[in-house]
Nanobody, 124 residues
């Protein structure tokens, strides 16, 4: 069983920054791609960013491109999401997830393990 634990969420003013972390309890962390998604009440979970198993390939939603950066440290079994120039519309619960494969994936169905989520609130 893979456990993913997110941290780093909180309340920030528009234009500010936050860094989310996701720690994985698995020895096979480095073999799989990872992703970040977000969700607001009444809406479907939305893709944010994904990173390949070695970290050499990343992909972002258009809404966060140029502002967010996904990275990973396979020695620490951790994936990160650096969020800069935050906007009120970035307010959501952010989830990390482990992919079923090693590439990059933007569909939620391509992920098999999910964290519990961390709340990010951006005030205007």
């Amino acid at each position: 069983q893979v456990q993913l634990v997110e941290s780093g969420g909180g309340l920030v003013q528009a234009g500010g920054s936050l860094r989310l972390s996701c720690a994985a309890s698995t020895r096979t962390f480095s073999s799989y791609a990872m992703g970040w998604f977000r969700q607001t009440p009444g809406k479907e979970r939305e893709f944010v960013a994904t990173i390949s198993w070695r970290g050499s390939i990343t992909s972002y939603a258009d809404s966060v491109k140029g502002r967010f950066t996904i990275s990973r440290d396979n020695a620490k079994n951790t994936v990160y999401l650096q969020m800069n120039s935050l906007r009120p519309e970035d307010t959501a619960v952010y989830y990390c997830a482990r992919a079923r494969g090693s590439g990059t994936y933007s569909q939620a169905g391509s992920y098999d393990y999910w964290g519990q989520g961390t709340q990010v609130t951006v005030s205007s």
